[in-house]
Every structure is written in C-alpha cells, then in structure tokens.
C-alpha cells in the first residue's frame, strides 16, 4: 500500500546555525563596542559581520534550490495544493534568494490559474520587480497583461504585452505575443503600429503555420480600413 505524499510544515523547518551566530557576534559587538573601538579595531570587527552575511545568503541558495525543486515535482504531478504551500514557504524562508523570487512567479501562476487575479497580480509584480534577468520573466508580463485587460486597464495592459515580447526568448512564442500586441493596437486605435508588425512576420522564413494565418488575416482587416 502506497504512503501518502509527505507535505513540507514550517515546523519541521529547523533553526538556521549561521542566523544564530550572527545574532551572537551583534550582541557580543554591541556588548563590547566601546573596547573594541578603543582597540581601533571596529571596522575589522564589522567587516567580519559583513562577510557573516555575506556566506549567509551563499549557504542559503542550496537549501532554496531544493525545496525549489520539491515544489515543481509536486506542482508537475498536479499536487497543486502542496506546491502552492511549500511556495510559500520558500517566499517567507528564503525570499532573497532566486529560487525564493522565482517562486512568487510560480504562486502568481497558480492563483492566476484558480482565478484568483488580486493574489496573482501581487505575486507576479514581486516577481518582475525582484529580477531584470529571467526565462520567466516573459510569462509573467503576460499573465499581468492578462490581469489588466480583466480589469480594463489598456495603458497597464499594453505595457506588460510590450514588455512580455521584450523578454520572450523563443521565436514562436515572440511571434504570438508580438500579434496579440498587434490586436491591441488595433483596438486602440494604431493601426500603423499593428501593421508594422504584421508585416515584420509576414516577412520572416521561420513562422509558424498558426502565427502566419493569423498575421495574414490582421493584414486583411487592416488592408480594407
């Protein structure tokens, strides 16, 4: 008989020896301060507690990265309720590291998925405010564009789309985000924005059966304007 799936509690999350070591070498320096100043060696004492917290963060991504790892396996075997949960430990535990950022990304996706738009919405800006540099970073203005056009809010909605193909790495996708930009501007009203990228796929080898017939058909409508 198959044991159930063991879930991730904050209480089986132990104490951290080196946040308990820094906290011991602040109350020695703030007990000793005046001593160690009248030593003239204050400012070796404090670059001591600077490189404390320096390895600090280097010895916290690898325990980050595995309970990263943890939620995706969960969150691939539709576990979404234990990938959702220990997410949220990873945001609250280790949320200055990536794995910690990258999982408000993974949060916004899973609220946005339930439809639940105000707690994805607050997740995926956290995400894109905490990185410039990410493979996820397109997906995210696009879930947020999505949000927006919910709430019709087009200035947010074209912002997010703009910057969704900005970041878009992958050629097919590129081309779906970039036409779906396209429509937008047609709603909104630039017309020669809209054109100027239909045109641009209709141009490219390398397209996409999909992405060509709908190019095609956007620059019928807006050839008969």
């Known amino acids: 008989m198959l044991k159930p799936k063991e879930k991730f509690t904050k209480k089986e999350m132990k104490k951290d020896p080196l946040l308990e070591t820094i906290k011991m070498v602040f109350e020695k320096y703030n007990e000793h301060k005046s001593m160690i100043f009248r030593a003239g060696i204050g400012i070796i004492a404090l670059t001591v507690i600077i490189v404390f917290l320096f390895n600090r963060q280097v010895s916290r991504q690898k325990p980050a990265d595995i309970l990263?790892?943890?939620a995706l396996v969960s969150m691939d075997t539709g576990d979404i309720e234990n990938a959702q949960f220990q997410f949220g430990v990873l945001t609250d535990e280790h949320g200055s590291t990536r794995s910690g950022k990258t999982s408000?990304?993974?949060l916004g996706s899973i609220y946005f998925d339930k439809g639940d738009y105000y707690n994805?919405?607050?997740?995926?800006?956290?995400?894109?405010?905490?990185t410039s540099e990410n493979i996820?970073?397109?997906s995210g203005h696009f879930m947020l564009s999505n949000i927006y056009k919910k709430e019709s809010n087009q200035d947010k909605e074209e912002e997010h789309l703009e910057l969704a193909v900005?970041?878009?790495?992958?050629?097919?996708?590129r081309h779906s985000?970039?036409?779906?930009?396209?429509?937008?501007?047609?709603?909104?009203?630039?017309?020669?924005?809209?054109?100027?990228?239909?045109q641009k796929i209709l141009?490219?080898?390398n397209i996409s059966s999909g992405n060509k017939k709908k190019a095609e058909e956007l620059s019928g409508f807006l050839t008969r304007k």
């Open 104 to 106: 408000q990304y993974y």
């Open 68 to 70: 990263l790892g943890n």
């Open 120 to 130: 994805a919405k607050t997740h995926l800006e956290k995400f894109i405010n905490s």
């Open 203 to 205: 141009n490219l080898e």
């Open 166 to 173: 900005k970041f878009s790495s992958i050629p097919h996708n």
């Open 177 to 198: 985000l970039e036409l779906a930009l396209a429509e937008l501007y047609v709603d909104r009203g630039t017309e020669e924005m809209a054109m100027e990228i239909v």
């Open 136 to 138: 996820l970073l397109s």
